[in-house]
């Protein structure tokens, strides 16, 4: 029970890793705050998990709704320790070809949505008598630059580097609160639909391909990096803070083997 009696927030929660994280946390003995812009999906994640979840409808990049949300949470659970900054999407595009739409709709959910939650959730989090983490959701294009994900990257990018200053600020204020990122290659979920839509191939084939790039031979599932998310909000990671944790199959851990 690596989360016994903490009370989390996770983004996100409706689908995908999200989902995942909510399932995984309430396993380890967190509550859990469903949000998600999504709130049939939201609703349905906090159904299956039961007594220990329910749900709210967040759009994370609107400031307003971050402050109605923590507000609700205090007043009805008392406390909050951990928020899970999981939404986000995903546009394709190289910088010839980024469309003005795709980068501002980026920027605002991946970049200023995570930027809110953590701005509102230390608040709440300190203010509440909370102790614990923010974890944030980049990915490896938030460490590095694939030529067709400009604008996804240049968001992500920002997730990364916010993250280390959220993680100065708290441990200069001796707030008991960590701030990780955590950077996944491609992980197997609804996410990756519309790409395999626009390359006219089904999920299945689309992982495969990508499969092929990562050193261990497999995308990453939506476990894989909940497990990560749920071990960076524990206390077994009270001494690691600013950090980023890399969940990619050894993708970035060098270039491929010169030697056939
Ligand atoms: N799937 C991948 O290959 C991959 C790789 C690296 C990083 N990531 C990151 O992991 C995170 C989760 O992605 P996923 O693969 O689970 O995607 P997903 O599409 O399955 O889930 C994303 C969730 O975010 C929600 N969401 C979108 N906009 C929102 C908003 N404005 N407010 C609140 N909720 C909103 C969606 O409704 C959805 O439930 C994202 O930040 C993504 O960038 C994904």
Same mark, same amino acid.
Request: hydrophobic content about 45%; aromatic content about 4%; cysteine-free.
């Given at each position: 029970m690596l989360l016994k009696r903490k009370i989390a927030l996770v983004t996100? @929660?409706?689908?995908g890793v999200g989902r995942a994280t909510c399932h995984m946390m309430a396993g380890e003995g967190a509550g859990v705050i469903?949000?998600?812009?999504?709130e049939g999906g939201a609703a349905k994640t906090a159904n299956a998990i039961g007594e220990a979840a329910f749900p709210i409808t967040l759009d994370v990049s609107d400031e307003r709704m971050w402050v109605q949300a923590c507000a609700h949470i205090v007043e009805a659970l008392g406390r909050l320790d951990i928020v899970a900054n999981i939404a986000g999407i995903g546009r394709g595009g190289s910088i010839e070809d980024t469309d003005m739409d795709d980068w501002n709709a980026m920027i605002a959910v991946n970049l200023t949505g995570t930027m809110l939650g953590c701005k509102h959730g230390l608040k709440t989090i300190v203010t509440s008598g909370g102790r614990g983490a923010i974890v944030n959701m980049s990915s490896i294009g938030g460490l590095v630059g694939p030529s067709d994900i400009a604008g996804y990257c240049a968001s992500k990018g920002g997730v990364t580097t916010l993250t280390k200053s959220v993680a100065m600020h708290c441990a200069e204020k001796g707030y008991p609160v960590r701030c990780l990122s955590i950077h996944p290659t491609?992980?197997?979920?609804?996410?990756?639909d519309p790409v395999a839509d626009a390359g006219g191939i089904s999920r299945t084939d689309l992982t495969a391909g990508m499969a092929k790039l990562v050193p261990m031979g497999r995308v990453a599932a939506a476990d894989d990096v909940a497990n990560a998310v749920v071990f960076a909000a524990s206390?077994?990671?009270?001494?690691?803070? @600013?950090s980023a944790l890399l969940v990619d199959g050894a993708q970035l851990a060098g270039p491929p083997s010169a030697h056939f």
């Open positions: 996100g @929660g409706a689908s469903v949000a998600d812009l999504d491609y992980v197997d979920t609804e996410m990756l206390d077994r990671a009270a001494m690691m803070s @600013g």
